[in-house]
């Protein structure tokens, strides 16, 4: 099953409103991973966070990682039309064949303008 | 730039037809995957390579079976197709190990009547 959950699975916010998704895992994670995909292309690789607690930026992307290392944040400040898409989380983990990546299912955001 | 190509963006096929779906990636890297993406459930992955003639299942194999005769290439195979197996199908590769940031191609709309 879901290993690594993903919430909220859709959400519609107008334009100019901000926007997080967030990502659970049952287990630790050697390093989480953000893909975007937009409506009719293909995930797209965003960013990697490895240390505990880290944050980085994107221009108004946000990217966080639990202390833990079980948890993450992805937050859009005044979120635009171009931002519409699937956001998905990807948590990396040692498995018995070396590092898996297990992807969360994605939340959906579309920007009302 | 690292580039993943698939073979159809859209097929057809009828319940019990042998399918085929190729995968090309010029970036000699040495992992690829193929997933499955349905509405909810996000990216499920069907199986994986991590080097020529070495595969390893992945969560959701049944169904299915994958070639690696060449390290850019990455087949995978429906027996005899069913109508569950009507998905969009997402091949991908990464440079060193499974955990590593994952390119993606275009994907392929399977549809089986």
């Known amino acids: 099953g879901q290993q690594v959950m993903q919430i909220p699975q859709y959400q519609h916010v107008q334009e100019g409103e901000d926007f997080t998704t967030y990502c659970n895992s049952s287990?630790?994670?050697?390093?989480i991973q953000w893909y975007k995909q937009r409506p009719g292309g293909h995930p797209v690789f965003l960013i990697q966070?490895?240390?505990?607690?880290e944050v980085k930026k994107q221009k108004r992307l946000t990217f966080q990682f639990g202390e833990a290392k079980k948890n993450s944040s992805l937050h859009i400040t005044a979120t635009q039309t171009t931002d519409v898409g699937t956001y998905f989380c990807?948590?990396?983990?040692?498995?018995?064949?070396?590092?898996?990546?297990?992807f969360g299912a994605g939340t959906i955001l579309r920007v009302k303008s | 730039d690292v580039k993943v190509t698939q073979s159809s963006r859209y097929l057809v096929k009828r319940t019990g037809e042998k399918v085929f779906l190729e995968c090309v990636q010029d970036?000699?890297?040495?992992?690829m995957f193929w997933y499955r993406q349905d509405p909810g459930l996000g990216l499920r992955l069907i199986y994986f390579?991590?080097?020529?003639?070495?595969?390893e299942k992945g969560d959701i194999p049944e169904g299915y079976s994958v070639s690696r005769e060449k390290k850019e290439r990455f087949s995978l195979i429906l027996e005899s197709a069913s109508t569950n197996q009507t998905s969009m199908y997402l091949c991908?590769?990464?440079?060193?190990?499974?955990?590593?940031?994952?390119?993606f191609g275009p994907g392929t709309r399977l549809t089986v009547t």
């Open positions: 287990t630790t994670l050697s390093n």
């Open positions: 390579s991590y080097d020529v003639k070495m595969k």
């Open positions: 991908a590769s990464s440079l060193w190990t499974a955990g590593d940031e994952q390119y």
């Open positions: 970036m000699d890297h040495e992992n």
């Open positions: 990807a948590g990396c983990r040692l498995s018995e064949y070396g590092n898996k990546l297990v």
């Open positions: 966070l490895v240390k505990s607690g």
